[in-house]
Nanobody, 120 residues
Framework: QVQLVESGGGLVQPGGSLRLSCAAS????????MSWYRQAPGKERELVAR????????NYADSVKGRFAISRDNAKNTVYLQMNSLEPEDTAVYYC?????????????WGQGTQVTVSS
């Protein structure tokens, strides 16, 4: 059974930093790309960052480029999102995502989400 468990959210002042973690289980973590999404109140869920299975390729939304960094530790089955220079506009629930192939069908798996609030 695929499970994704996020942690590390919280309340932070503008300009501050947070590191989110997502612990994965139930699939061969090292063979799949992983992503972080976020959803702010009243807005659609949006892709924040993505990392290839090996960790050598990363992609970011324009709004977070230069401030956020996605990384992974395949030995720990964990993906991270380091968030620096946080802005109030970064306030959202952040979700870990894995797209996993099972019996020739791709499935989307999501964690429960972790709240990030940027406010003074």
């Amino acid at each position: 059974q695929v499970q994704l468990v996020e942690s590390g959210g919280g309340l932070v002042q503008p300009g501050g930093s947070l590191r989110l973690s997502c612990a994965a289980s139930g699939f061969t973590f090292s063979t799949y790309a992983m992503s972080w999404y976020r959803q702010a109140p009243g807005k659609e869920r949006e892709l924040v960052a993505r990392i290839s299975s090996s960790g050598t390729t990363t992609n970011y939304a324009d709004s977070v480029k230069g401030r956020f960094a996605i990384s992974r530790d395949n030995a720990k089955n964990t993906v991270y999102l380091q968030m620096n220079s946080l802005e109030p506009e970064d306030t959202a629930v952040y979700y870990c995502n894995a797209k996993v192939l099972k019996t020739w069908t791709w499935y989307d798996y999501w964690g429960q989400g972790t709240q990030v609030t940027v406010s003074s």
